[in-house]
């Protein structure tokens, strides 16, 4: 059996929607299927607007602008994250200040960032690794003790909730990612989510090149020009009408990613009473959206021969991050900081084929090996 890592799922409708984009001949960004998109997701879950991007990438590059980032300003963000977490800010000049993560999951270890606030400090990031939640109630009260801005790179986590909450409403903005190897996808593709009115109009204006065109457009102004910095952050018609497709069978690919990440969890589940690390821990406040499926092996070592054993049976595993505060652009600007749990989990995660696509009888054959791995 060969078994890929991942492999995009296509409902079938995309290609009617860009049939029907084609057909329309309005091919660049805001037509119908943007604000189909846009509206679907602030009906579903309640974000105050959204705003469909190119990437994540760029929702955080736009959060950064919002939050009027600059050289004399500091962001805590956990070190074991996508490099775009915190390349966003390094763009603005930013210093950003990495805090480990936790024992239990790979998030940010909330009990470690009041130490590291300052009077430079202004944002906090909470990324919500493999779409399970960090402890928000923690990170909002750190917010309001001292006015720091809360953004979540939700990139992993659609339809996923903290205590009912869904992920995204929670922090001031928040950003979420279509790329290929998201749950929903477009290919590439992103949405900056607003929570807070007074970001509304600025976001889309800098989404615009730093012109009032929205406006523009909606006959609030009878002339549109150059009104701050901004750059082009919103997405084709053509990426709306294919990400459109896959919004509509959301609860389909979620129930199918669901039960696969069951079937793996129950599979395994021998293996907790030997290796009680493991199999990933979903805190009580956190839901699971099925984004991935990783397991934590107890070294490096033990990885590279999981890895190795898997790939000789024809299965593709990863492991995920490397700390970028032992990243080539940041080990000299880091402050010297151990952050021992960032580093296990840049070790140890190791993640397992997990796609929309995957069968039971492939999850079946992918335990059996690392069961036959673990001599279980
Ligand atoms: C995927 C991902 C991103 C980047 O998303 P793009 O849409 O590829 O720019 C950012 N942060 C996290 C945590 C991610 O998983």
């Not at 750190?142 to 903290?162: G, H, M, P, T, W």
């Not at 509509?248 to 290796?275: C, F, P, T, V």
């Amino acid at each position: 059996m060969e078994i890929p890592f991942n492999k995009p799922y296509i409902t079938g409708q995309e290609i009617e929607n860009i049939a029907r984009v084609i057909e329309l001949k309005k091919l660049a960004g805001d037509g119908e299927y943007t604000a189909s998109v846009q509206k679907y997701m602030e009906d579903k879950y309640g974000f105050k607007k959204t705003l469909l991007t190119t990437s994540c990438t760029d929702a955080l590059e736009m959060c950064a602008l919002l939050a009027n980032i600059d050289s004399q300003s500091e962001i805590i963000m956990p070190s074991y994250t996508f490099v775009s977490t915190a390349n966003a800010f390094a763009l603005r000049g930013a210093k950003i200040v990495f805090a480990d993560s936790e024992r239990i999951t790979p998030n940010i270890d909330v009990n470690k960032i009041e130490e590291l606030i300052t009077e430079k400090t202004r944002v906090i990031v909470a990324m919500h690794y493999a779409g399970a939640s960090c402890d928000m109630d923690k990170i909002n009260s750190l917010s309001e003790k001292y006015n720091l801005i809360v953004i979540e790179d939700a990139a992993q986590a659609i339809d996923s909730y903290y205590k009912n909450q869904p992920l995204g409403t929670i922090g001031a903005l928040s950003t979420f990612s279509f790329h290929e190897t998201k749950n929903l996808t477009s290919g590439e593709g992103g949405l900056l989510a607003i929570n807070r009115p007074e970001y509304i109009m600025r976001a889309e204006i800098i989404r615009e090149k730093g012109t009032n065109r929205s406006q523009f457009f909606r006959g609030e102004i009878d002339k549109y020009g150059w009104v701050d910095i901004g750059s082009s952050f919103l997405a084709s018609e053509l990426i709306a009408a294919f990400l459109m497709a896959q919004l509509n069978k959301k609860e389909d690919i979620q129930q199918k990613r669901r039960s696969l990440w069951n079937r793996y969890y129950n599979n395994l589940s021998n293996l907790g009473a030997s290796n009680e690390n493991l199999l990933p821990i979903i805190p009580e406040y956190a839901t699971n959206n099925a984004h991935m499926f990783y397991l934590t092996c107890e070294d490096i070592e033990e990885r590279t021969k999981l890895m190795k054993t898997l790939s000789s049976k024809g299965i593709k595993s990863t492991f995920h991050y490397l700390s970028l505060h032992k990243s080539n652009y940041y080990k000299d600007k880091h402050d010297g900081r151990e952050l021992s749990q960032a580093d296990k989990w840049a070790d140890c995660l190791v993640r397992l084929p997990m796609f929309t696509d995957l069968t039971y009888d492939e999850v079946d054959y992918i335990s059996e090996n690392i069961l036959n791995f673990y001599n279980a």
